[in-house]
């Protein structure tokens, strides 16, 4: 209806398939069209048109998770692209792989600062914050707060100023 020939409609098809397998982040509907969107591959409409036919076709699916629906590469849909994957061409496909590893590294990097709570049994709160580098803690800090609410600020605290936190408690340590 939106594409031009049945040589690009496929290739755009192939090109959902191919985001939805090569990334590891669950787009959902707006996410998914937001990005094609930024990179220019295929216009709102299309996008919509391919992905209501890929779930159609049982290609992909929409899975809950986490209150919202994300899509999910079926069988299927695997064996197609693995098929059909050299007709996207290498330009796009070395652009995605680019963009896909700034991800990577962006999640790693999220990943590596980390705050965790829990209630202890007298009603005061047990922070912990870790900061992880290739899997080997450099800095791990408990700290018993008298609320769930400050157990949370300083989580948030801890995520937004590490850099800070972290070369401040060195230094007053080593000094």
Do not use: C
């Not at 590891?24 to 990005?35: A, G, V």
């Not at 197609?80 to 790693?108: G, R, T």
């Not at 600020?153 to 007053?172: A, C, P, Q, V």
């Amino acid at each position: 209806m939106f594409s031009d020939n049945s040589e690009e409609l496929a290739q755009n098809k192939l090109l959902l398939l191919y985001i939805l397998k090569e990334t590891n982040y669950n787009f959902t509907k707006n996410q998914l069209t937001e990005f094609i969107l930024e990179k220019n591959y295929m216009n709102f409409f299309s996008i919509q048109q391919y992905l209501s036919e890929l779930i159609d076709s049982d290609f992909i699916e929409l899975v809950d998770n986490d209150n919202e629906q994300h899509y999910n590469l079926l069988e299927k849909g695997n064996i197609a692209l693995d098929y059909f994957v050299s007709k996207i061409p290498e330009k796009i496909k070395k652009d995605l792989e680019a963009e896909f590893q700034s991800q990577k590294i962006k999640q790693k990097k999220e990943t590596q600062v980390l705050s965790e709570h829990y209630k202890r049994d007298d009603g005061q709160y047990v922070v912990n914050l870790k900061l992880v580098e290739n899997g080997d803690t450099l800095f791990s800090l408990y700290l018993n707060v008298a609320s769930e609410k400050q157990a949370e600020m300083i989580g948030h605290s801890w995520k937004e100023k590490t850099d800070f936190i972290y070369s401040e408690t060195i230094k007053l340590l080593i000094e």
